[in-house]
């Protein structure tokens, strides 16, 4: 079957429209380019460009997977975050564009320190600790998580992105590693069991369940990170749409000061930081 790439473009969107997905026309646009192995505005220029044939067996496998609401992440292998393209698999959360606001925060946060000790608490595919990592070259990031899967990905990634961040095994209910450190952030597992059943199919059936779902994963960060910072040092959280007044009231409960509630880029309170008192050392 001869077949341009205007013509498997809109045959991949009707695909995808049928099944539900949110994005069908950007999903399209996304698995021919990779299949091409161009871009997006590649795929434009392209339109009537014939595909091969093996080029339209392969395009109809990857749609196929998506099509049965595999995110797009583990379709492709991959991911944009920030100014990384970081490798994802389900044994890892496909990095969001909400995280990014994580990350800016951290960057705010230890813009003034020449070398900060940095501490991710599950760090999973690496998005945050190589992110951070990539735009502070001074910084001295270690990630932490429970999942020998995901630290595996994310020394991958690491591998890919040519970034030095240390990793290793971590369980947050067992207390962090003493630093001190100047920062820690965590975008911790924060949905509530009884909601799961409520997520996209692309979370609930796809995406590592423990990464989602930790009753007290938030409190417990929060209260460890208390004890490991050092005076000056900042705690960074990404929390749940709704949440955030509440983790925000827990913080100071904690003792931290400067707490503050920053927007994602739907207008959401998404993050969460607090600063331990007293003067950071540079």
């Known amino acids: 079957m001869t077949e341009t790439v205007r013509e498997a473009r809109a045959r991949v969107r009707e695909l995808l429209a049928s099944a539900g997905c949110d ?9 021919v380019a990779h299949v091409l192995g161009t871009t997006r505005s590649g795929v434009a220029a392209d339109r009537d460009t014939a595909l091969a044939a093996g080029e339209v067996d392969e395009l109809q496998r990857l749609a196929g997977r998506r099509a049965r609401r595999e995110p797009l992440g583990y379709v492709l292998g991959e991911w944009g975050f920030r100014r990384l393209v970081l490798t994802v698999d389900p044994r890892v959360l496909v990095p ?7 990350v800016e925060r951290c960057l705010a946060l230890i ?11 599950g760090v999973g595919s690496g998005a945050i600790a190589l992110a951070i990592a990539d735009e502070h070259p001074g910084a001295r990031v270690t990630g932490l998580d429970l999942s020998p899967g995901a630290l595996e990905v994310a020394r991958v990634n690491a591998a890919r992105t040519g970034l030095a961040v240390d990793l290793g095994i971590g369980d947050i209910f067992f207390g962090l590693p003493p630093g001190p450190w100047h920062l820690v952030v965590s975008n911790p597992p924060y949905v509530r069991p009884e909601e799961i059943e409520r997520l ?12 989602l779902v930790a009753d007290g994963a938030t409190e417990a960060i929060a209260e460890g990170a208390r004890d490991v910072l050092e005076p000056g040092g900042a705690l960074v959280l990404e929390v ?10 827990l913080v100071r409960d904690l003792g931290y000061a400067e707490v503050a509630v920053t927007n994602d880029l739907t207008g959401r309170e998404r993050v969460v930081e607090g600063v331990v008192e007293g003067v950071a050392a540079g």
């Open 23 to 31: 994005t069908p026309e950007v999903d399209a646009e996304l698995l």
């Open 96 to 102: 969001r564009p909400e995280t990014e606001i994580v």
């Open 111 to 121: 813009a003034r320190v020449d070398e900060p000790r940095v501490l991710d608490v």
């Open 200 to 211: 996209s199919p692309e979370v609930r059936d796809w995406e590592p369940r423990a990464a």
């Open 240 to 249: 749940a749409d709704g949440d955030a007044s509440r983790v925000a009231a």
